[in-house]
């Protein structure tokens, strides 16, 4: 979930706040596999306007529910776990994840009692 209290007023013309926002909520929920959940604040306060744009994005990186933006708003979306776990078979962050070798590493840590260990043993 990101809560934010973003503005109307971007980065110049050629990347405006608001798109900054969606690409980096797409990009979270399609790299880790996970639903976004996104929160802006929306209207005016003294010289600022805030665009609202609250959204809900799949483990996909597809847009499920938003908010229009000129005014709050509630907006629902059905979050299904069977979404993450398909997400995560098909993405190659978890997908070509070497278990074998972290269950190796992480023994090693525990054989050690949680000591240090030292940058070159990891």
């Given amino acids: 979930?990101?809560?934010?209290c973003s503005p109307t007023q971007g980065?110049?013309?050629r990347l405006s706040t608001k798109e900054s926002w969606h690409r980096m909520n797409q990009f979270y929920a399609s790299m880790y596999g996970v639903y976004v959940l996104f929160v802006n604040r929306v209207g005016n306060?003294?010289?600022?306007?805030?665009?609202?744009?609250?959204?809900?994005?799949?483990?996909?990186?597809?847009?499920?529910?938003?908010?229009?933006?000129?005014?709050?708003e509630i907006i629902e979306a059905e979050l299904r776990l069977t979404e993450v776990?398909?997400?995560?078979?098909?993405l190659h962050t978890v997908r070509d994840e070497n278990l074998n070798f972290l269950v190796h590493r992480l023994q090693?840590?525990?054989q050690s009692n949680y000591s240090s260990v030292e940058a070159q043993d990891l």
């Fill in 1 to 4: 979930m990101f809560s934010a």
């Fill in 11 to 13: 980065l110049g013309s």
């Fill in 45 to 72: 306060d003294k010289d600022l306007t805030f665009w609202g744009g609250s959204q809900v994005i799949d483990p996909f990186g597809k847009i499920i529910a938003q908010a229009k933006g000129d005014a709050e």
């Fill in 85 to 90: 776990r398909e997400s995560r078979t098909v």
């Fill in 108 to 110: 090693h840590v525990i």
